[in-house]
Protein backbone atom coordinates (compact mmCIF):
# COMPACT_ATOMS: atom_id res chain seq x y z
CA UNK A 1 0.00 0.00 0.00
CA UNK A 2 1.33 3.18 -0.88
CA UNK A 3 0.60 6.40 1.12
CA UNK A 4 1.01 10.08 0.33
CA UNK A 5 1.52 11.83 3.44
CA UNK A 6 -0.47 15.52 2.22
CA UNK A 7 0.93 19.07 2.51
CA UNK A 8 4.55 17.82 3.30
CA UNK A 9 7.49 18.78 0.36
CA UNK A 10 10.40 18.05 2.02
CA UNK A 11 10.14 14.89 3.77
CA UNK A 12 11.97 15.43 7.30
CA UNK A 13 14.90 12.58 8.47
CA UNK A 14 14.19 11.54 11.79
CA UNK A 15 14.07 8.69 13.73
CA UNK A 16 11.27 6.49 12.84
CA UNK A 17 11.25 7.62 9.11
CA UNK A 18 8.02 7.38 7.35
CA UNK A 19 9.44 5.62 4.12
CA UNK A 20 11.21 2.24 2.93
CA UNK A 21 13.82 0.91 5.16
CA UNK A 22 15.18 2.18 8.22
CA UNK A 23 18.32 0.17 8.82
CA UNK A 24 17.54 -3.43 9.95
CA UNK A 25 14.47 -3.55 11.35
CA UNK A 26 13.73 -6.50 13.33
CA UNK A 27 11.39 -7.47 10.55
CA UNK A 28 14.97 -7.31 8.37
CA UNK A 29 16.47 -9.22 11.26
CA UNK A 30 14.35 -12.42 10.85
CA UNK A 31 16.15 -13.89 8.14
CA UNK A 32 20.11 -13.78 9.31
CA UNK A 33 21.88 -16.23 10.68
CA UNK A 34 21.04 -16.39 14.59
CA UNK A 35 24.54 -15.37 15.27
CA UNK A 36 24.22 -11.84 13.67
CA UNK A 37 20.89 -11.69 14.93
CA UNK A 38 22.40 -11.61 17.91
CA UNK A 39 25.32 -9.38 16.95
CA UNK A 40 22.73 -6.61 16.40
CA UNK A 41 19.71 -7.44 17.77
CA UNK A 42 20.42 -4.53 21.15
CA UNK A 43 22.79 -3.03 18.89
CA UNK A 44 21.05 1.08 18.12
CA UNK A 45 22.78 1.88 15.16
CA UNK A 46 22.82 -1.64 13.91
CA UNK A 47 19.01 -2.04 14.61
CA UNK A 48 16.33 0.57 13.88
CA UNK A 49 13.98 -0.78 16.21
CA UNK A 50 17.22 -1.29 19.12
CA UNK A 51 17.38 2.59 19.30
CA UNK A 52 14.14 3.14 20.34
CA UNK A 53 15.22 0.72 24.26
CA UNK A 54 19.04 0.61 23.86
CA UNK A 55 21.53 3.13 24.49
CA UNK A 56 25.24 3.70 23.08
CA UNK A 57 28.32 5.72 24.28
CA UNK A 58 31.19 6.85 22.73
CA UNK A 59 34.79 7.76 25.15
CA UNK A 60 37.00 10.47 22.94
CA UNK A 61 40.40 8.58 23.58
CA UNK A 62 41.76 8.98 20.11
CA UNK A 63 43.34 12.22 19.51
CA UNK A 64 45.62 11.83 16.34
CA UNK A 65 44.48 11.22 12.74
CA UNK A 66 46.22 10.11 9.32
CA UNK A 67 44.03 11.77 7.22
CA UNK A 68 42.14 15.27 6.14
CA UNK A 69 39.19 15.32 4.97
CA UNK A 70 37.84 18.78 3.49
CA UNK A 71 34.62 18.99 5.77
CA UNK A 72 37.05 18.78 9.08
CA UNK A 73 38.73 21.29 11.03
CA UNK A 74 40.85 19.58 13.66
CA UNK A 75 40.12 21.67 16.04
CA UNK A 76 36.85 19.59 16.68
CA UNK A 77 35.81 16.02 16.49
CA UNK A 78 36.10 13.65 13.77
CA UNK A 79 33.42 14.33 11.69
CA UNK A 80 33.01 11.11 10.20
CA UNK A 81 31.09 9.85 12.81
CA UNK A 82 30.32 12.85 14.79
CA UNK A 83 28.44 16.19 14.68
CA UNK A 84 30.71 18.58 12.87
CA UNK A 85 31.73 21.75 15.30
CA UNK A 86 31.65 19.76 18.93
CA UNK A 87 35.06 19.37 21.14
CA UNK A 88 35.25 16.38 23.24
CA UNK A 89 36.65 16.12 26.42
CA UNK A 90 40.04 13.85 25.66
CA UNK A 91 40.06 11.14 28.13
CA UNK A 92 42.82 8.66 28.89
CA UNK A 93 42.46 5.00 28.59
CA UNK A 94 42.45 4.31 32.01
CA UNK A 95 39.30 7.62 32.63
CA UNK A 96 37.42 5.98 29.67
CA UNK A 97 37.01 2.82 31.32
CA UNK A 98 35.93 4.55 34.94
CA UNK A 99 33.39 6.68 32.53
CA UNK A 100 32.41 3.60 30.78
CA UNK A 101 31.32 1.67 33.94
CA UNK A 102 29.77 4.69 35.73
CA UNK A 103 27.49 5.11 32.84
CA UNK A 104 26.70 0.81 32.14
CA UNK A 105 25.56 0.99 36.40
CA UNK A 106 23.65 4.26 35.96
CA UNK A 107 21.88 3.36 32.46
CA UNK A 108 21.90 -0.08 32.30
CA UNK A 109 19.78 0.20 28.55
CA UNK A 110 23.23 1.06 27.56
CA UNK A 111 24.70 -1.85 25.30
CA UNK A 112 27.55 -0.40 23.22
CA UNK A 113 30.46 1.51 23.75
CA UNK A 114 31.98 2.86 20.65
CA UNK A 115 35.24 4.91 19.92
CA UNK A 116 34.71 7.43 17.41
CA UNK A 117 36.87 10.36 17.54
CA UNK A 118 37.96 13.02 18.38
CA UNK A 119 40.64 11.67 15.72
CA UNK A 120 40.88 8.57 14.01
CA UNK A 121 40.99 5.69 16.47
CA UNK A 122 43.13 3.00 14.98
CA UNK A 123 45.18 5.95 14.62
CA UNK A 124 46.06 5.87 18.06
CA UNK A 125 46.03 1.87 18.45
CA UNK A 126 47.56 2.40 22.23
CA UNK A 127 45.36 4.03 23.51
CA UNK A 128 42.07 2.60 21.74
CA UNK A 129 43.22 -0.87 21.74
CA UNK A 130 43.97 -0.26 25.91
CA UNK A 131 40.55 0.80 26.50
CA UNK A 132 38.91 -1.90 24.52
CA UNK A 133 41.21 -4.46 26.24
CA UNK A 134 40.18 -3.49 29.75
CA UNK A 135 36.84 -3.43 28.88
CA UNK A 136 36.24 -6.57 27.33
CA UNK A 137 37.91 -7.76 30.21
CA UNK A 138 36.49 -5.86 33.32
CA UNK A 139 32.66 -5.30 31.27
CA UNK A 140 32.30 -8.52 29.54
CA UNK A 141 28.18 -7.41 28.76
CA UNK A 142 29.27 -4.12 26.61
CA UNK A 143 29.58 -4.77 23.06
CA UNK A 144 32.59 -2.56 22.05
CA UNK A 145 31.99 -0.68 18.48
CA UNK A 146 34.92 1.18 16.42
CA UNK A 147 34.56 4.04 13.63
CA UNK A 148 37.47 4.81 11.51
CA UNK A 149 38.71 6.58 8.10
CA UNK A 150 39.92 3.23 6.99
CA UNK A 151 43.67 4.17 5.96
CA UNK A 152 45.17 1.72 9.02
CA UNK A 153 42.24 -0.78 9.33
CA UNK A 154 44.06 -3.90 7.61
CA UNK A 155 47.10 -3.54 10.05
CA UNK A 156 44.29 -3.53 12.86
CA UNK A 157 42.22 -6.18 11.93
CA UNK A 158 43.71 -9.15 13.88
CA UNK A 159 43.97 -7.25 16.90
CA UNK A 160 40.19 -5.69 16.93
CA UNK A 161 39.20 -9.59 16.20
CA UNK A 162 41.15 -10.28 19.42
CA UNK A 163 39.40 -7.90 21.45
CA UNK A 164 36.04 -9.64 20.39
CA UNK A 165 35.25 -6.23 18.52
CA UNK A 166 32.23 -7.09 15.91
CA UNK A 167 31.20 -4.12 14.81
CA UNK A 168 33.51 -1.62 12.44
CA UNK A 169 32.35 0.90 10.67
CA UNK A 170 34.37 2.48 7.80
CA UNK A 171 33.90 5.54 6.23
CA UNK A 172 33.62 5.22 3.01
CA UNK A 173 33.09 8.52 0.82
CA UNK A 174 34.24 7.40 -2.67
CA UNK A 175 35.74 4.45 -4.49
CA UNK A 176 37.05 5.94 -7.36
CA UNK A 177 40.86 8.25 -6.74
CA UNK A 178 39.68 11.22 -9.24
CA UNK A 179 36.30 11.92 -6.75
CA UNK A 180 38.24 11.25 -3.85
CA UNK A 181 40.97 14.02 -4.34
CA UNK A 182 38.47 16.19 -3.79
CA UNK A 183 37.55 15.03 -0.38
CA UNK A 184 40.62 14.13 1.09
CA UNK A 185 43.43 17.01 0.31
CA UNK A 186 46.09 14.73 1.93
CA UNK A 187 46.83 11.45 3.64
CA UNK A 188 49.81 10.25 6.14
CA UNK A 189 51.03 7.32 4.56
CA UNK A 190 54.68 5.33 5.74
CA UNK A 191 56.20 8.55 6.88
CA UNK A 192 55.22 10.97 4.05
CA UNK A 193 52.29 13.50 3.56
CA UNK A 194 50.63 12.36 -0.24
CA UNK A 195 48.78 14.78 -1.83
CA UNK A 196 46.01 14.36 -4.44
CA UNK A 197 44.61 11.71 -6.69
CA UNK A 198 47.65 9.54 -5.69
CA UNK A 199 46.75 9.42 -1.73
CA UNK A 200 43.18 9.24 -2.42
CA UNK A 201 43.93 6.10 -3.99
CA UNK A 202 45.79 4.34 -1.12
CA UNK A 203 42.86 5.44 1.39
CA UNK A 204 40.58 3.68 -0.75
CA UNK A 205 42.76 0.25 -1.24
CA UNK A 206 43.43 0.52 2.37
CA UNK A 207 39.24 0.78 3.27
CA UNK A 208 37.78 -1.65 0.67
CA UNK A 209 41.38 -4.13 1.79
CA UNK A 210 39.98 -3.59 5.42
CA UNK A 211 36.93 -4.00 4.58
CA UNK A 212 37.15 -7.86 2.64
CA UNK A 213 39.46 -8.73 5.91
CA UNK A 214 36.94 -7.70 8.25
CA UNK A 215 34.45 -9.78 6.26
CA UNK A 216 36.54 -12.67 6.34
CA UNK A 217 36.22 -12.92 10.21
CA UNK A 218 32.67 -12.56 10.66
CA UNK A 219 33.11 -8.86 12.07
CA UNK A 220 29.99 -6.66 11.26
CA UNK A 221 30.69 -3.71 9.21
CA UNK A 222 28.63 -0.64 8.50
CA UNK A 223 29.58 1.90 5.68
CA UNK A 224 29.80 5.34 6.20
CA UNK A 225 29.68 8.13 3.64
CA UNK A 226 29.12 11.64 3.47
CA UNK A 227 27.04 12.77 0.87
CA UNK A 228 28.48 15.76 -0.82
CA UNK A 229 26.31 17.62 -3.56
CA UNK A 230 28.24 17.69 -6.92
CA UNK A 231 31.31 15.91 -5.60
CA UNK A 232 30.20 12.44 -4.59
CA UNK A 233 26.29 12.96 -4.88
CA UNK A 234 26.28 10.12 -7.65
CA UNK A 235 28.86 8.28 -7.05
CA UNK A 236 27.41 7.25 -4.05
CA UNK A 237 25.36 4.36 -5.81
CA UNK A 238 28.46 2.84 -7.16
CA UNK A 239 30.35 3.14 -3.80
CA UNK A 240 26.93 1.18 -2.13
CA UNK A 241 27.03 -1.41 -5.09
CA UNK A 242 30.73 -2.04 -4.16
CA UNK A 243 30.55 -2.52 -0.61
CA UNK A 244 27.43 -4.34 -0.73
CA UNK A 245 29.20 -7.02 -3.33
CA UNK A 246 32.18 -6.98 -0.89
CA UNK A 247 29.97 -7.80 2.16
CA UNK A 248 29.35 -4.70 4.27
CA UNK A 249 26.43 -5.00 6.50
CA UNK A 250 24.78 -2.12 6.39
CA UNK A 251 25.08 1.59 4.56
CA UNK A 252 24.84 4.85 6.22
CA UNK A 253 24.99 7.35 4.01
CA UNK A 254 25.02 11.32 6.68
CA UNK A 255 24.69 14.65 4.70
CA UNK A 256 27.51 17.30 4.87
CA UNK A 257 27.10 19.50 7.38
CA UNK A 258 29.39 22.73 6.34
CA UNK A 259 28.64 26.02 7.98
CA UNK A 260 31.04 28.70 7.61
CA UNK A 261 32.37 29.11 11.34
CA UNK A 262 33.32 25.44 11.60
CA UNK A 263 36.19 26.51 9.52
CA UNK A 264 36.32 23.81 7.48
CA UNK A 265 37.52 23.84 3.68
CA UNK A 266 34.00 23.23 2.63
CA UNK A 267 32.76 25.48 5.06
CA UNK A 268 35.05 28.22 4.21
CA UNK A 269 34.30 27.69 0.45
CA UNK A 270 30.21 27.70 0.46
CA UNK A 271 30.06 23.60 -0.57
CA UNK A 272 26.10 23.05 0.90
CA UNK A 273 24.97 20.12 1.95
CA UNK A 274 21.98 17.91 0.84
CA UNK A 275 18.36 18.58 1.21
CA UNK A 276 16.58 16.16 3.37
CA UNK A 277 14.74 15.19 -0.12
CA UNK A 278 18.07 15.10 -1.90
CA UNK A 279 19.14 12.73 1.33
CA UNK A 280 16.24 10.60 1.20
CA UNK A 281 16.11 10.22 -3.07
CA UNK A 282 19.75 9.09 -2.72
CA UNK A 283 19.31 7.34 0.44
CA UNK A 284 16.28 5.26 -1.55
CA UNK A 285 18.13 4.40 -4.83
CA UNK A 286 21.01 3.26 -2.92
CA UNK A 287 18.34 0.47 -0.89
CA UNK A 288 18.15 -2.09 -3.14
CA UNK A 289 18.44 -4.99 -1.36
CA UNK A 290 21.07 -3.58 0.83
CA UNK A 291 20.34 -2.34 4.11
CA UNK A 292 20.34 1.44 4.65
CA UNK A 293 20.66 3.08 7.77
CA UNK A 294 18.26 5.76 8.26
CA UNK A 295 18.10 7.00 11.99
CA UNK A 296 21.78 7.74 12.16
CA UNK A 297 21.84 11.07 14.61
CA UNK A 298 25.31 11.79 13.70
CA UNK A 299 26.58 11.89 17.45
CA UNK A 300 29.40 13.64 19.28
CA UNK A 301 32.42 11.69 19.66
CA UNK A 302 31.55 11.22 23.86
CA UNK A 303 27.76 11.09 23.31
CA UNK A 304 25.66 9.29 25.91
CA UNK A 305 22.62 7.87 25.93
CA UNK A 306 19.45 6.97 23.14
CA UNK A 307 20.55 7.94 19.74
CA UNK A 308 19.37 11.69 19.67
CA UNK A 309 19.80 12.30 23.35
CA UNK A 310 22.87 13.45 25.10
CA UNK A 311 23.17 12.74 28.68
CA UNK A 312 27.70 13.58 28.52
CA UNK A 313 27.06 16.19 31.14
CA UNK A 314 25.84 13.91 33.67
CA UNK A 315 28.93 12.04 33.08
CA UNK A 316 31.81 14.41 33.59
CA UNK A 317 35.29 13.05 34.81
CA UNK A 318 34.70 15.02 38.27
CA UNK A 319 30.96 13.72 38.74
CA UNK A 320 32.56 9.86 38.13
CA UNK A 321 35.42 10.81 40.64
CA UNK A 322 32.45 11.00 43.42
CA UNK A 323 30.10 8.07 42.30
CA UNK A 324 30.51 4.92 44.10
CA UNK A 325 30.33 2.11 41.40
CA UNK A 326 29.72 -1.50 42.49
CA UNK A 327 30.18 -2.97 38.97
CA UNK A 328 28.60 -6.51 39.73
CA UNK A 329 25.72 -4.99 41.19
CA UNK A 330 25.25 -3.16 38.23
CA UNK A 331 25.86 -6.36 35.75
CA UNK A 332 22.63 -8.17 37.55
CA UNK A 333 20.32 -5.01 37.06
CA UNK A 334 21.47 -5.09 33.74
CA UNK A 335 20.98 -8.40 32.80
CA UNK A 336 17.25 -7.88 34.36
CA UNK A 337 16.35 -4.67 32.28
CA UNK A 338 17.93 -6.27 29.24
CA UNK A 339 15.68 -9.59 29.56
CA UNK A 340 12.32 -7.03 30.44
CA UNK A 341 12.96 -4.99 26.84
CA UNK A 342 13.67 -8.40 24.73
CA UNK A 343 10.18 -9.33 26.70
CA UNK A 344 9.17 -6.11 25.41
CA UNK A 345 10.12 -6.70 21.89
CA UNK A 346 8.93 -9.76 21.68
CA UNK A 347 5.18 -8.93 22.35
CA UNK A 348 5.70 -6.01 19.74
CA UNK A 349 6.84 -8.67 16.91
CA UNK A 350 3.87 -10.79 18.08
CA UNK A 351 1.66 -7.56 17.95
CA UNK A 352 3.23 -6.50 14.69
CA UNK A 353 2.66 -10.20 13.29
CA UNK A 354 -0.85 -9.73 13.86
CA UNK A 355 -1.49 -6.09 12.53
CA UNK A 356 0.17 -7.55 8.93
CA UNK A 357 -2.49 -9.97 8.76
CA UNK A 358 -5.00 -6.85 9.14
CA UNK A 359 -3.48 -4.82 6.60
CA UNK A 360 -2.90 -7.82 3.76
CA UNK A 361 -7.25 -8.09 4.44
CA UNK A 362 -7.17 -4.24 4.45
CA UNK A 363 -5.25 -4.58 0.94
CA UNK A 364 -7.42 -7.58 -0.58
CA UNK A 365 -10.74 -5.15 0.05
CA UNK A 366 -9.06 -2.26 -1.17
CA UNK A 367 -8.38 -3.43 -4.35
CA UNK A 368 -12.48 -2.86 -5.59
CA UNK A 369 -12.84 0.70 -4.56
CA UNK A 370 -11.17 4.18 -5.50
CA UNK A 371 -7.72 4.75 -4.21
CA UNK A 372 -7.69 7.26 -0.98
CA UNK A 373 -5.22 9.89 0.62
CA UNK A 374 -5.07 8.77 4.26
CA UNK A 375 -2.86 10.42 6.96
CA UNK A 376 -1.52 8.17 9.89
CA UNK A 377 0.12 9.04 13.18
CA UNK A 378 1.37 6.92 16.22
CA UNK A 379 0.92 8.24 20.00
CA UNK A 380 2.97 5.05 20.73
CA UNK A 381 6.29 5.66 19.09
CA UNK A 382 5.92 3.57 16.92
CA UNK A 383 7.49 2.94 13.17
CA UNK A 384 5.20 3.91 10.39
CA UNK A 385 5.41 2.40 7.29
FE1 LIG B 1 28.90 4.82 18.05
FE2 LIG B 1 28.96 4.56 15.53
FE3 LIG B 1 29.30 2.45 17.01
FE4 LIG B 1 26.94 3.60 16.82
S1 LIG B 1 27.21 5.87 16.60
S2 LIG B 1 30.66 4.15 16.90
S3 LIG B 1 28.05 2.61 15.17
S4 LIG B 1 27.96 3.01 18.68
FE5 LIG B 1 25.25 5.49 15.34
FE6 LIG B 1 25.84 7.91 16.12
FE7 LIG B 1 25.11 7.53 13.65
FE8 LIG B 1 27.39 6.65 14.48
S5 LIG B 1 23.85 7.21 15.42
S6 LIG B 1 26.82 8.77 14.38
S7 LIG B 1 25.93 5.53 13.24
FE1 LIG C 1 38.76 14.76 10.57
FE2 LIG C 1 37.88 12.30 11.02
FE3 LIG C 1 38.60 13.06 8.52
FE4 LIG C 1 40.43 12.71 10.42
S1 LIG C 1 39.11 11.12 9.52
S2 LIG C 1 40.32 14.43 9.00
S3 LIG C 1 39.40 13.47 12.27
S4 LIG C 1 36.86 13.84 9.71
Not at 131 to 141: C, H, I, M, Q
Not at 296 to 324: H, N, P, S, Y
Not at 344 to 353: C, F, H, I, T, V
Not at 360 to 378: C, D, H, N, W
Request: glycine share 8%; proline share 5%.
Amino acid sequence: MELTVLGQEEPVVKSGCSAGSCGSTDDQLSHLPEEIRQKVHNHPCYSEDAHHYFARMHVAVAPACNIQCHYCNRKYDCANESRPGVVSELLTPDQAVKKTKAVAANIPQMTVLGIAGPGDPLANPERTFETFRRLSAEAPDIKLCVSTNGLALPDSVDELAKHNIDHVTITINCVDPEVGARIYPWVFWQNRRIKGKKGAKILIEQQQKGLEMLVERGILVKVNSVMIPGINDEHLKEVSRVVKSKGAFLHNVMPLIAEAEHGTFYGVMGQRGPTAKELQALQDSCAGDMNMMRHCRQCRADAVGLLGEDRGAEFTMDKIELMDIDYEAAMEKRARVHAAIAQELESKQAAKRQNQIVTLKFGEQAKSYRPVLMAIATTGGGVIN
